[in-house]
């Protein structure tokens, strides 16, 4: 980093350890009437995202959970409960928790049954946001499975040839063990571009690309103020030449999956994450849905070799011929592996804007910082 | 249509019915060495995509099947065998058969398990290309079940920042069941756009959107020549800047579980889908490779209930705002179901080389034309 790069960074970032901001997160959690153990749960599902790069999941969400909970749209103390079950499949209702603690449960029950019956597959309906995808995903991988899982979100993307927010960024996340390689785990959103990175270039003040977001009216824009007026972002593909209903059928495969066989609210009706945006007339389902599973691979290969083919996968990928020798090719997941071990010695730089938020929330909710 | 395209259309096109291509299709296959259910069962994989307007898997392919054998690369009267299973999990050697084949046999089979367990998948190697993919997944539909598919494929892909083809067009399909509407099929390549578009345009001369393809050396290209000296298509996303990495994860992961999880070749080493490029050396496994799953709905909600929920969501997108009146918003799958209830009426168009080609085949096998 050059020096001048480097003091804007220090003007603008406070730095933290994972530690320090697990046990703000935990305090938060529990001041919101979480047990010790689901507030730790929670708490590492967030500080994941920070550690591994994805700020946007991290604690700068807190606020934003606080402010529902105080709305009284997220239940913290949630019994969850299995509502409907066939031996590898089975439907949980999340009662009104938030996803940080219902997805983990879900997942280890998922986990569980992939032990019995080779694999394990649970809708979830009545849940709220769940963090990362890929951190449930991963919870597979010390057991020598394969993870999966997904989310439907407020909704923030019109279909193909259509203007009217429908699906939201539903991620799709797949986690792969592997033997000496770090895991292989995909964890990508169906929309073309994270809205984050659109405010980033605001805040930057760079152009955006053609393709990134749309105006009201459906129609491909680069102003980025009107994406605060009615703007959406795009399904994966971003422009119709380019395949967008591709992105548009992907997400529709996630809101499907986790809304319509949970039971959860699915398309224009899945609940906003601000307090300030109204539930839609006519719900449909409840809450928002997930979709998670594990696969045992032993069911399929011995674990062993699989792993070894995982690394042989990895390394031929790595070593494909380079466009530019400068620029490496990178497989899923790696750079948020690469970014982790960097924020282990480094810490976790977090925006004054972030921070401050933290700060009074904290204050708020009389928790000690 | 108007009358000078009609005209244009008459002077390229031949019609024919869905039995009509079917019987050829039979009896290549028997010509092959297939029995008779087999070849049946091939034969209505194939024209399944010439009658729902997936034109490049259908009957134009019988060609290449056939070259394919000639040289040796395809087993027509496969035993496919379970080699490893854990309940709801199988994997399935194809014994070199033809995807066309294996890959029916082995959804029945998932079915079978989703019966028992909930959830069937089946990862199965040592096969060959299996049509569109699109057909496995609904196979699960009579059932009640949401049916998966996925298969890799010959390699014209490069990841992000790489200039050698490590992926193929490695498509994903799912179908869920409804009550009155359709059946909502998904089935797309993970490809931004199919080899076969790129073709009409330079038949056409017609300039294609930048992002389509890239040259040999790994850059964008609107050049269609250079898809003959080296080119390669892009992940959906096509460009890096609209999020092609995203493209090259799904590609990855339909990799891994069709090829790595099997114990088929995976990456560079897929087997090419024509007989005069050789396969590459120390292929790490065996034939190319599929993943089929099926899962019962009645284990996650009652399928009446969830059938209904599916008519519900359909009729939303449906009905969702439109950015120009005139142009309809589609539900995935809708625009095949609406060509196969023209093509039943109206026939199948075939362009006169592969009708050409049909002919040709037909007089070399000694087949009644």
């Known amino acids: 980093m050059d020096a001048e790069k480097k003091m804007h960074f220090c003007a603008e970032m406070q730095l933290f350890t994972k530690d320090q901001l697990k046990k703000i997160a935990v305090n938060v959690f529990i001041a919101m009437g979480c047990d010790q153990l689901d507030a730790e749960m929670a708490a590492d599902v967030l500080v ?15 606020s934003g959970y606080v ?58 309906s009545n849940s709220n946001h769940f963090g990362i995808a890929g951190y449930h995903a991963m919870m597979a991988l010390p057991h020598d499975m394969i993870g999966m899982a997904m989310t439907n979100a407020t909704p923030f ?11 939201g960024t539903n991620p799709i996340a797949y986690a792969f ?7 292989l ?12 990175k659109i405010e980033i ?34 399904p994966l593909g971003s422009l119709e ?16 999956l986790t809304g319509v066989l949970s039971g959860a609210n699915y398309g224009k009706w899945v609940p906003p994450f601000v307090p300030f945006l109204p539930l839609l007339p006519d719900l449909p389902g409840k809450g928002l849905g997930h979709f998670l599973g594990a696969m045992e691979i032993e069911g399929f290969r011995p674990a062993a070799d699989f792993k070894a083919s995982m690394d042989h996968w990895i390394q031929s990928f790595k070593s494909a011929e380079r466009i530019d020798e400068s620029q490496e090719v990178f497989v899923p997941g790696e750079k948020e592996f690469l970014m982790e071990e960097e924020r282990m010695i480094t810490g976790i730089p977090l925006n004054d804007k972030v921070v401050q938020d933290l700060e009074m929330l904290c204050k708020k909710m009389a928790i000690s910082w």
């Open 241 to 256: 030449e380019l395949g967008s209903h591709k992105g548009y059928a992907l997400g529709s495969l996630v809101d499907i």
């Open 201 to 234: 270039a605001k805040r930057e003040n760079k152009e955006i690309p053609l393709g990134w977001m749309v105006d009201k009216h459906g129609n491909p824009s680069q102003n980025i103020d009107e994406l605060l007026d009615g703007g959406m972002l795009t």
């Open 157 to 167: 993307i019109p279909p193909t040839h259509s203007k009217q927010a429908m699906l």
């Open 48 to 62: 994941s995202a920070d550690i591994r790069g994805i700020d946007s999941h991290g604690v700068s969400r807190l």
């Open 67 to 124: 402010s529902l909970w105080e709305a009284g749209r997220i239940n913290m103390s949630p019994k969850v409960e299995i509502i409907r079950e066939h031996k590898s499949t089975f439907t949980l209702d999340g009662d009104g928790g938030l996803g940080l603690i219902v997805a983990p449960k879900a997942m280890n029950i998922a986990i569980e049954r992939a032990k019995i019956y080779g694999s394990g597959w649970g809708a979830i």
């Open 185 to 196: 785990v995909i964890d990508l959103a169906t929309a073309s571009v994270a809205r984050g």
């Open 177 to 183: 063990p592997t033997l000496k390689q770090k895991p």
